[in-house]
């Protein structure tokens, strides 16, 4: 079953759900900027999110330096973004 890339009107009903994210500047992408208290609690976060994707099969791409992480998520068999994206930002947001 493909993987579909959102519509540019279905991207952005699902970006004005998810305040915390932006939209990369070339569109094909979402990203936000968590902080945490610690290394330890940014840590916890980024495994919960782990053990998500996993299940998932859906990945994201971030970057962590002690109590931030820097998520972007994109979808590669599509070209862009798709529901999993929302979706895996949607649970983050419920954790974060």
């Given at each position: 079953?493909a993987?579909?890339?959102?519509?540019?009107?279905?991207?952005?009903?699902?970006?004005?759900?998810?305040?915390?994210?932006?939209?990369?500047?070339?569109?094909?992408?979402?990203?936000?900027?968590?902080?945490?208290?610690?290394?330890?609690?940014?840590?916890?976060?980024?495994?919960?999110?782990?053990?998500?994707?996993?299940?998932?099969?859906?990945?994201?791409?971030?970057?962590?330096?002690y109590?931030?992480?820097?998520?972007?998520?994109?979808?590669?068999?599509?070209?862009?973004?798709?529901?999993?994206?929302?979706?895996?930002?949607?649970?983050?947001?419920?954790?974060?």
């Amino acid at each position: 079953m493909a993987i579909v890339r959102l519509t540019d009107a279905q991207r952005d009903a699902a970006l004005a759900e998810l305040p915390r994210w932006n939209l990369r500047a070339d569109g094909l992408a979402i990203e936000a900027e968590l902080k945490f208290g610690d290394f330890n609690e940014a840590f916890g976060f980024m495994t919960r999110v782990a053990i998500y994707a996993d299940k998932a099969d859906h990945h994201p791409e971030w970057f962590n330096v002690y109590s931030t992480v820097r998520v972007t998520l994109t979808t590669h068999d599509a070209d862009g973004l798709s529901e999993r994206d929302v979706a895996m930002a949607r649970f983050i947001d419920s954790i974060a």
